[in-house]
């Protein structure tokens, strides 16, 4: 079994340095670019089904990748698992500054270790967060049944969900954040799990831009 994890692509949200968690923001103009790249570099793929966060800026990724993949027939189903982590009075407030009375320093913790991260207020821990994306991951990959799955989610849905197959479990965010569709693929047989491919990029890399990277100054 193959299983294709893709994080949306970019939004508005993303764009400004927002904190977007159960915001239902879609894709922005490049957003829109991004997925079509995707999907066509990613052509010759046989997906036989996908399963979609509801949130929009996933359901909309995953149906553009399927259609410029040749793979508009396949299958599509949602899964609340597959939700971002909910950022509760902090959605749609600047993470990088205190303007909107987002801690810094509590970001800064998100962001270097997320694990020590207490949670959002009102929000979800990341400790939650990984509980539910592996509960569905390893569902998913329990029904051994040699098909190949795509997946779409979330930046930090995506580091939860494959944790525990990186080198390195301790560094949530496996070295920094998932860019906006990049993709991993994760091989399953008789209930082994292994990462086969990690944040591959599907279009031009110079495209790429990493919105993130302030967070660790």
């Not at 995707?38 to 399927?66: N, W, Y």
């Not at 698992?81 to 970001?107: C, N, Q, S, Y």
């Not at 270790?113 to 959002?120: D, E, I, R, S, T």
């Not at 906006?180 to 944040?199: F, I, P, Q, T, Y």
Request: net charge negative; aromatic share 10%; hydrophobic share 35%.
């Amino acid at each position: 079994m193959k299983i294709y994890i893709i994080r949306h692509g970019e939004t508005d949200s993303n764009r400004l340095g927002l904190l977007q968690g159960g915001s239902d923001r879609p894709l922005n103009e490049n957003g829109i670019r991004l997925a079509r790249l995707c999907g066509q570099g990613m052509k010759g793929i046989h997906f036989d089904r996908c399963i979609s966060s509801p949130l929009r800026r996933a359901s909309e990724t995953a149906r553009i990748v399927l259609q410029e993949s040749g793979n508009e027939n396949a299958g599509f189903s949602f899964d609340e698992r597959l939700r971002e982590i909910r950022m509760g009075d902090w959605e749609g407030k600047h993470f990088r500054t205190d303007e909107d009375g987002v801690d810094p320093e509590a970001m800064k913790v998100f962001f270097d270790n997320a694990f020590l991260f207490p949670g959002f207020p009102n929000g979800e821990t990341v400790v939650s967060l990984t509980e539910r994306t592996q509960n569905f991951l390893k569902e998913l990959a329990a029904e051994d049944d040699g098909s190949t799955v795509l997946v779409s989610t979330h930046g930090t849905a995506l580091r939860a969900m494959l944790n525990f197959l990186y080198d390195d479990p301790s560094d949530f965010w496996h070295g920094h954040v998932p860019y906006n569709c990049s993709v991993s693929m994760v091989r399953a047989e008789k209930g082994v799990m292994k990462l086969a491919e990690d944040d591959r990029i599907w279009y031009d890399r110079s495209l790429v831009i990493d919105r993130y990277a302030k967070t660790k100054d």
